[in-house]
């Protein structure tokens, strides 16, 4: 799927967020700047969450609560974990029960979460971004879904 700019991943995240429910994993992978912030802020915002969504690059974990949205997600970002225990510690698994968790930078903690929708973000040629998923058996009845409505 291709996404030429910001506001293309942000209604992806959007339209993305129609689909989630609690117990639901939605990694992000890319390089610094691919955009999974981006795809991250369109699904809270279209949860309710007024203002933009703080990057949770040094606060690790964002979590958001109704009544700010609609329904609990942990906005998730591993960069700076440098210990696999270190992620234990941040007692995602038990939030999971009643959460989203958006995970960035899924990949300090390989095979975390191997039901989780895993999205790919690379640098497409012209500036835009080049998005791939490996959907889960969980997400293959809601998957795939059109990038825009008509």
Do not use: C, N
């Not at 912030?37 to 974990?61: K, Q």
């Not at 009544?67 to 510690?89: C, F, G, K, N, T």
């Amino acid at each position: 799927m291709e996404l030429p700019d910001e506001a293309a991943s942000a209604a992806f995240g959007a339209r993305l967020a129609r689909l989630v429910q609690p117990g639901d994993v939605i990694t992000l992978t890319g390089t610094l700047g691919a955009g999974k912030t981006s795809i991250a802020r369109g699904l809270l915002a279209a949860l309710g969450l007024e203002g933009e969504a703080p990057s949770p690059s040094f606060a690790i974990v964002q979590p958001y609560e109704p009544p700010e949205i609609s329904m609990p997600v942990l906005h998730v970002d591993l960069y700076r974990i440098e210990e696999p225990q270190e992620i234990a510690e941040l007692g995602l698994d038990e939030a999971l029960a009643d959460s989203v968790l958006i995970v960035e930078w899924p990949d300090r903690a390989p095979g975390a979460w191997p039901h989780a929708l895993a999205l790919t973000l690379d640098f497409a040629p012209g500036g835009g971004r080049r998005l791939t998923a490996q959907v889960p058996a969980a997400w293959k009845a809601r998957w795939p879904f059109p990038l825009f409505p008509t």
